[in-house]
């Protein structure tokens, strides 16, 4: 025999006996009764507890932050847009009351800036934004396009002035809802 294979037995040996010791140790029984302490369970529970109210506390707080957010984002974004629609349409205004030479191409901004403020207060409108607000913004959305639809229709002044003001109406009671 070489030295190399009664070095590999001599090892397998020591693993074959080490296993033995292991199965043989692992094999005997503990006498007792598994009972836990109850001073430690007490802890643990009152531990999970405090650690699930602070888990809840944390995702309302979070939830809260959240409608918040986009609460100032929608009513930031209504506002700038808005904003910039009214601006076109006063253009169009004074141009109309001038019976200025560029009376239709301003006709045409103010429709097209009506439109584009809609589209992007109905862009911000979001499950995160509470019923009433979001209710508010629709209404933003639709008297918003029923102005550009008056604009477009060159409807007599009477009644672009009703869609003007229910526009304005519809925007203000939105920004009542905005902080």
Known sequence: ????????????ACAAVA??????ACTSQV????????????EYKKEVTSSSKAAASSAAAATSSKRATA???????????????????????AALDANAP?????????????????????GVISSDLNDDVSAAMRDVVAKENGLADAV?????VAPLNA?????????????????
């Open 102 to 122: 560029d009376m239709e191409a301003k006709r045409t901004a103010a429709a097209g800036a009506l439109r584009d403020g809609a589209n992007t207060v109905d």
């Open 31 to 42: 006498s007792g009764t598994p009972d836990a302490n109850q001073a430690q369970v007490t």
């Open 1 to 12: 025999m070489n030295f190399v294979s009664a070095r590999t037995g001599l090892a397998a």
């Open 71 to 93: 609460l100032v984002t929608a009513c930031t974004s209504m506002q700038d847009a808005t904003r910039a629609s009214t601006a076109k349409y006063n253009d169009f205004i």
């Open 152 to 156: 477009e229709r060159r409807v007599p």
């Open 19 to 24: 296993t033995g010791l292991v199965l043989v």
């Open 163 to 179: 869609a003007a003001t229910a526009s304005n109406d519809a925007k203000n009671a939105a920004l009542d809802k905005c902080p």
